[in-house]
């Protein structure tokens, strides 16, 4: 199986991998130049040249995974000293660990205009996108981006139950009339974030009796509702921005509010500097 095949394929599914990279050798090493994917259940696609310096980077793979950051892997073909690999070459190699497939997941509770435009802003933010609904029509492949995630069922709470919801991945709702259905199914998950499109005074609606029938307040208290910020957005496409600005705050653990407001901070010096950057 050629490795870079694989690895269009495990990317186009998001499904976590790593690439290994020889980018150094010295002296006697079982390769000098090669690659090898890394799949987040330990299989591996090629070889950088077997023997305990590929299981030692086999194992740092995977720990690169788990943290999901990429690193660089000094070996030595030593059994002592300092990043001895337990072999006897006495050569030395430096490996770098780039991880892949790991875009955050939002999904989309709902299918129409408003979650449309939704769709459409997060793919170019990198996000991958699941949407679901009860209504066949409405999950029309062209109303979303190419590679979203098509789920119809008979109610929302089955659509809920076909999402494969995971701890990291990011949650909103919005089915104009069904939302309470979706809300039930999703108010006691483990999210990295839950917004519900919805009125002031319906979201006061649903706590209430969210909190009669016994959900504990640490689930309700993660519930972004109303979602978004109010920027004064009517159309679908300035609520979608709004929804996505307090997304995106969630997921860069940024403080939010205006940059003129917001107080200097070396991340923030940063990402200014990346921003003139890319405009110059």
């Not at 991958?128 to 009860?134: A, L, Q």
């Not at 200097?264 to 890319?278: F, G, P, T």
């Amino acid at each position: 199986m050629n490795i870079f095949e694989e690895a269009a394929r495990l990317e186009k599914q998001n499904r976590p991998f790593a690439l290994a990279q020889i980018v150094d050798s010295r002296g006697s090493t079982p390769r000098h130049s090669a690659q090898m994917l890394i799949r987040e259940e330990g299989s591996i696609v090629g070889t950088i040249g077997g023997g305990m310096v590929e299981r030692k980077v086999i194992a740092e793979a995977l720990e690169a995974l788990s943290e999901k950051a990429s690193r660089m892997f000094h070996g030595r073909m030593a059994r002592n000293g300092s990043d001895a690999v337990g072999s006897d070459c006495g050569g030395a190699m430096s490996v770098y660990i780039s991880v892949h497939g790991l875009r955050p997941k939002l999904w989309l509770v709902g299918a129409g205009h408003v979650n449309r435009a939704v769709a459409q802003g997060a793919a170019l933010l990198d996000f991958d996108i699941g949407v679901g609904d009860i209504y066949q029509e409405s999950l029309n492949p062209d109303y979303f981006p190419a590679s979203t995630h098509l789920i119809h069922a008979s109610s929302f709470a089955g659509v809920v139950d076909e999402m494969v919801i995971r701890p990291e991945d990011f949650v909103l709702i919005a089915t104009n009339n069904q939302d309470r259905e979706a809300l039930d199914s999703l108010i006691t998950r483990p999210v990295a974030w839950l917004g519900l499109l919805a009125s002031r005074r319906k979201v006061q609606v649903f706590l209430h009796q969210l909190r009669d029938n016994g959900v504990p307040e640490a689930d309700i208290n993660r519930l972004r509702a109303p979602v978004g910020y109010d920027i004064g957005a009517e159309t679908p496409n300035e609520i979608a921005i709004s929804i996505l600005a307090e997304l995106l705050q969630v997921k860069n653990r940024a403080a939010g509010g205006l940059m003129t407001q917001v107080k200097s901070s070396s991340r923030a010096e940063e990402r200014l500097r990346e921003a003139e950057s890319i405009d110059a």
